[in-house]
């Protein structure tokens, strides 16, 4: 009961702080400064999102070895939201106003991520999403270090109605039940509208989180795929039902030559859980590959493989890297290098110092923080997945482009361009 | 396109040109140019007979080529050969950068290395050559004559028809008239979705001006379309079939705790975790101890999963729900705390992320009944599992005095009591039972779904659902509910999707129990309540 009081105590406090005085929470930090780390390590999602944290924790003693930002030491404080989208409102507000973190690294979906938004909002707290997301949406609050659809989904796309990725004209629309699938279909469906596919062409589906009975589904795309006409699934799948649509997947036979999967949420540490000898040469669209060679990413690699001998990860031998967690590395050291430039932790100052933010990043290529957008400019891969869970680059963008949160796709979204 | 220039070219060599391995072209294959590496990859295939170029061919679509320096290498095992002669490299150059295609170009290779093992004399190697291109042929016009030839030649009975088939969809585009006929009266026959699909377009007057040729590729489709329709609804029944046998593992134990016992046991989804941790744990000491029997250790994981799941249950039993009987409420509470600490034991001794559990060799893969309908084997093996469990649970509860002493138990307990049936002795046993086989359906649903802590939560509804509505206290019952709901669900899923059909179901199940609360099966007789 006394816990509780004094965090609505607390709450109320450091709402009315912000409120009156403009003042933000993180200027009570001490001779540490605190970062707040939110990701779910149990639940659907924690396939996913366990090595975030992990990778975050890595950055952050890597920060702390240099000498930490502005002469103090960061500290880590974790907290556990278990996959459970209330949850993660319950444990931002805690990071915010009980421990007064100055920035937080956190959510995978964007249903988290919409969750936690009212709170950070509220007591002008400061977020950096790590994930390729929807867009529709630009937050004064967030920084979006993954991609937007422009970044990812349709370059994916184009790449399968090319001659190269074997010009596919039909296409199965496939994801689990929430905002981030349903808003992605929406885009590429206008987007393939425009290119000249018709309505009959595109097949949508969707599962509840965690299903794990693919077989009709699976059924169903070999038959949308014997109509004629070269089928492609566009996967949007999320968490752990991952494993058994790939495993069904490979046991119906269903080979890439044939009906080729790219998924936009399945990277190397999603893979480690299967077999994926059935699954070679099905892709996925990222802007990082553990596979890409350039020396930022060899110091990356073998920094997180030290790091989980260190820490004792389950099966540290075989950890990989993928590309959120690259995207929390780069947005770490942005942070770090606007919060050095601010020469404040103060969110106000933090924002407006990210701005035009670069990074040499380990996909090989210097990340810019656009000037306006919140969004990081970044270059996209193409991979196709290997026998041992690695992905072969396959097509790629000359440098990076510049991400677009407001599809131009969707109606209502022309005057939003310049953003 | 691409592919249409390469068989062009395939066939002009076919001609007679051969082209010896130029060192400089080969080169080629390892550019970043998507265009160049294609088009190195068709002459490569153009001079598909010769030994060099086929070797080069094979590793090719076994990913073994690599880039040394400036130099194209051929990695086999510890040795590195020369891409163009073949001849070892000594000393073995250092970090060789293996080139990788992509999926149109695996395509190209492997249809370069099929078509030539056509007219091989060796017959293994024309069958699986041929089975190759039908299932993965693309656009096969200029093949035409090379099919032609290899059906001259050909005397085998199994390899005679695929050829047939192979010459008749390469022939679709044939420009004479007669010869189209002919394809697409050899292809009405077929039952595969493939072969459809080749002949939709003919019904387009743009594609085909011939009417009679249209017509006939008309009454081609729709035969091949009643033979898939057969085969559709074959794949949805077993789907149905597997879900349901599926739903019955992990009813079953339930069956028997609730049904039988009338304890709610809001733990049981927990005890399947038990059991699906138990195959993990199996397979990681097989891993560990017994490398070469690796494939079994699902067979060493059944009964350990039940004696485990057994262990837990008893203990609970023992110590919480043993004192709570007669009080649904309590007991409600109670074993849903129990299915927290559980859930939490499961976090602390094997990490909150799910574990990975393998199939065994075994049951991977599937068994191709029609074109369109192939039964995985992890399915197959489950559906019989769950036949076995069921004809275990009959026995034991029909033909054991244990079973005997259950019944008893849960038809009048003073009265079997009265005449010397231990009854609590029985309770415990009983609850073991239930639980050990909520464990072996444990073991059943790690080879299809995730293993994690929390797994059992995803289970606890449908479990209830079905021993409802089966009918509370019938075995008959939940196996009837577990197959109805599995083909219904299947069958709504395929019309309406996963979602819906979930909430199809769940509305149809509230209206169900409103109507008929005793459920499929009324115990009938006279028993006190």
């Given at each position: ?8 105590k607390?709450?109320?406090?450091s709402a009315s702080i ?5 003042l ?7 001779d540490?400064i605190?970062v707040g780390?939110?990701h ?10 366990t ?9 952050i ?8 930002v ?17 949850k ?6 805690q990071?915010?106003?009980q421990?007064?973190v ?30 390729q997301y929807?867009?529709?949406e630009?937050?004064?609050n ?5 991609a937007?659809p422009?970044?990812q ?6 790449y399968?109605m090319?001659?190269e990725?074997g010009s ?5 629309l ?5 905002v ?10 206008a987007?393939l509208?425009s290119k ?7 097949m949508?589906?969707y ?6 009975d693919?077989?009709?589904i699976?059924a169903?795309i070999k ?5 004629g ?6 996967s949007?799948i ?8 790939y495993k ?6 269903l080979k890439?030559?044939?009906v080729?999967?790219?998924a ?7 893979l ?6 059935p699954?070679?040469?099905h892709?996925a669209a990222?802007n ?5 060679k350039?020396p930022e990413n060899?110091?990356?690699i073998?920094m997180y ?7 004792k990860?389950?099966?540290?031998d075989t950890v990989v890297?993928n590309?959120p967690?690259?995207a929390?590395y780069v947005?770490?050291?942005m942070?770090a ?6 020469k404040?932790?103060?969110?106000d100052?933090?924002i407006a ?5 670069t990074f ?7 990340l810019?923080m656009d000037?306006t957008?919140?969004?990081?400019h970044k270059p996209?891969f193409?991979g ?12 790629k ?5 510049r ?17 | 396109?691409?592919r249409?220039l390469f068989?062009?070219?395939l066939?002009?060599?076919?001609g ?6 130029d060192?400089?072209?080969?080169k080629?294959?390892a ?7 294609q088009?190195?990859?068709a ?9 060099d170029?086929?070797?080069?061919l ?10 040394a320096?400036?130099r194209?290498v051929?990695?086999a ?6 891409a163009?002669t ?6 073995a ?8 295609l992509?999926n149109?170009?695996r ?6 290395l099929a ?6 004399t060796?017959?293994a ?6 089975r190759?291109?039908?299932a ?5 016009a ?5 099919f032609?030839?290899a ?8 390899i ?21 006929l ?6 009405a026959?077929?039952g595969?979705p493939?072969?459809k699909?080749?002949?939709?377009p ?8 011939e009417?009679k ?6 009454t ?16 949805q ?10 739903l ?8 028997i ?5 009338g ?12 059991g699906?941790?138990?195959a ?5 000491l097989?891993?560990?101890k017994f490398p ?12 350990v ?16 729900i ?10 409600l509470?109670?074993?849903w705390?129990l299915s927290l600490v559980?859930i939490?034991?499961?976090r ?10 393998a ?6 893969g599937?068994v191709?009944l029609?074109?369109?309908l ?12 769950s036949g076995?469990v ?12 244990l ?9 009048n307990?003073?009265?079997a ?14 609850f073991g039972?239930?639980?050990g086989?909520a464990g072996?359906?444990?073991?059943a649903?790690?080879q299809i779904?995730?293993v994690?802590?929390d ?7 449908d479990s ?19 197959l109805?709901?599995g083909?219904?669900?299947k069958?709504?899923?395929?019309w309406?999707?996963?979602v ?5 179901v769940?509305?149809f199940i509230?209206i169900?129990?409103?109507k008929?609360p005793?459920g499929?099966?009324?115990?009938k007789?006279?028993?006190v309540?």
């Amino acid at each position: 009961m006394q816990n509780r009081r004094s965090f609505v105590k607390a709450a109320v406090l450091s709402a009315s702080i912000a409120a009156i005085g403009g003042l933000s929470s993180s200027a009570w930090a001490a001779d540490t400064i605190k970062v707040g780390i939110l990701h779910s390590l149990s639940g659907t999602m924690a396939i996913s999102e366990t090595a975030l944290k992990e990778t975050a924790l890595m950055t952050i003693e890597e920060i702390n070895a240099k000498g930490g930002v502005l002469g103090k030491k960061l500290e880590p404080v974790v907290v556990d939201p278990a996959s459970d989208w209330p949850k993660f409102a319950e444990k931002a507000r805690q990071l915010l106003s009980q421990d007064k973190v100055a920035v937080t690294f956190g959510c995978w979906t964007s249903v988290s991520r919409k969750s936690v938004l009212p709170v950070y909002k509220e007591l002008n707290g400061l977020l950096f999403y790590p994930v390729q997301y929807e867009g529709e949406e630009l937050e004064k609050n967030v920084f979006y270090t993954g991609a937007a659809p422009n970044q990812q989904a349709i370059p994916a796309v184009e790449y399968l109605m090319s001659k190269e990725g074997g010009s596919a004209k039909r296409f199965v629309l496939l994801g689990t039940d929430y905002v981030y699938p349903r808003t992605t279909n929406k885009i590429l469906r206008a987007f393939l509208k425009s290119k000249g596919v018709a309505d009959a062409d595109i097949m949508e589906e969707y599962t509840p989180f965690g299903h794990s009975d693919y077989q009709t589904i699976i059924a169903k795309i070999k038959k949308f795929a014997g109509e004629g006409k070269k089928t492609a699934v566009i996967s949007t799948i999320n968490g752990d039902s991952n494993v058994p649509f790939y495993k069904e997947l490979g046991n119906a036979g269903l080979k890439a030559k044939d009906v080729p999967v790219v998924a936009f949420s399945v990277g190397e540490e999603e893979l480690r859980g299967v077999d994926a000898k059935p699954l070679v040469g099905h892709l996925a669209a990222w802007n990082y590959f553990m596979s890409v060679k350039n020396p930022e990413n060899d110091k990356f690699i073998k920094m997180y493989r030290d790091w989980a001998k260190k820490a004792k990860l389950p099966k540290a031998d075989t950890v990989v890297t993928n590309d959120p967690m690259e995207a929390t590395y780069v947005g770490i050291h942005m942070w770090a290098q606007a919060v050095e430039k601010a020469k404040s932790t103060d969110t106000d100052k933090v924002i407006a110092a990210m701005a035009g933010q670069t990074f040499k990043a380990p996909s090989g290529f210097t990340l810019k923080m656009d000037e306006t957008n919140h969004h990081l400019h970044k270059p996209v891969f193409i991979g196709e997945i290997k026998a041992d869970g690695q992905f072969n680059v396959v097509w790629k963008t000359k440098g990076p482009i510049r991400a677009q949160p407001w599809s131009p796709f969707i109606p209502g979204n022309e005057g939003k361009q310049k953003l | 396109m691409k592919r249409l220039l390469f068989l062009i070219s395939l066939y002009l060599w076919a001609g007679g040109v051969a082209a010896a391995l130029d060192p400089a072209r080969l080169k080629d294959l390892a550019s970043d140019d998507f265009d160049v590496k294609q088009a190195a990859v068709a002459t490569l295939a153009a001079a598909g007979d010769d030994t060099d170029a086929q070797r080069l061919l094979k590793a090719l679509s076994e990913d073994a080529v690599a880039v040394a320096g400036e130099r194209l290498v051929i990695v086999a095992g510890d040795q590195v050969l020369d891409a163009a002669t073949g001849a070892a490299i000594k000393p073995a150059p250092a970090n060789p950068e293996s080139i990788n295609l992509n999926n149109s170009l695996r395509q190209q290779v492997d249809g370069a290395l099929a078509a030539v093992r056509l007219l091989s004399t060796d017959r293994a190697e024309r069958l699986t050559a041929a089975r190759a291109l039908l299932a993965d042929m693309g656009e096969g016009a200029p093949l035409l004559p090379l099919f032609d030839k290899a059906l001259a030649q050909e005397q085998d009975r199994e390899i005679k028809p695929i050829l047939v088939q192979l010459a008749a969809q390469a022939a679709l585009g044939s420009p004479d008239v007669a010869r189209r006929l002919q394809a697409v009266r050899d292809l009405a026959g077929s039952g595969s979705p493939a072969v459809k699909a080749l002949l939709l377009p003919l019904l387009d007057p743009a594609n085909e001006p011939e009417e009679k040729l249209r017509l006939e590729a008309g009454t081609a489709i729709k035969a091949i379309d009643a033979r898939l329709a057969w085969s559709d609804t074959a794949g949805q029944i077993f789907t149905g079939i597997s879900l349901g046998s599926i739903l019955l593992l992990a009813a079953l134990g339930l069956a028997i705790t609730y049904g039988v016992m009338g304890v709610i046991n809001m733990a049981h989804g927990e005890l399947l975790m038990v059991g699906a941790y138990s195959a993990y744990a199996m397979q990681a000491l097989f891993r560990a101890k017994f490398p070469e029997f690796v494939d079994y250790y699902v067979l060493a994981a059944v009964p350990v999963a039940f004696f485990v799941a057994a262990a837990v249950g008893m203990l609970m039993e023992r110590t919480v729900i043993r004192h709570l009987y007669g009080r649904p409420l309590e007991t409600l509470l109670a074993t849903w705390g129990l299915s927290l600490v559980l859930i939490q034991a499961a976090r602390l001794l094997f990490g909150a992320q799910n574990v990975e559990v393998a199939n065994p060799a075994w049951m991977s893969g599937g068994v191709q009944l029609a074109e369109n309908l192939s039964l995985p084997w992890n399915r197959l093996v489950i559906v019989a599992f769950s036949g076995f469990v069921l004809l275990l649970v009959w026995l034991m509860m029909n033909k054991t005095r244990l079973g005997m002493f259950v019944r008893a138990v849960t038809q009048n307990r003073p009265m079997a009591g009265c005449v010397g049936v231990p009854t609590a002795r029985i309770d415990t046993l009983a609850f073991g039972i239930g639980s050990g086989i909520a464990g072996l359906g444990g073991v059943a649903l790690s080879q299809i779904a995730n293993v994690g802590p929390d797994m059992g939560q995803g289970y606890i509804v449908d479990s209830f659902m079905v021993v409802v509505l089966g009918g509370v206290g019938q075995l008959a019952g939940a196996v009837w509910a577990a197959l109805g709901l599995g083909i219904v669900t299947k069958f709504l899923e395929g019309w309406a999707g996963a979602v819906i059909a979930k909430i199809l179901v769940l509305v149809f199940i509230i209206i169900f129990i409103q109507k008929r609360p005793q459920g499929l099966f009324a115990l009938k007789g006279r028993f006190v309540d």
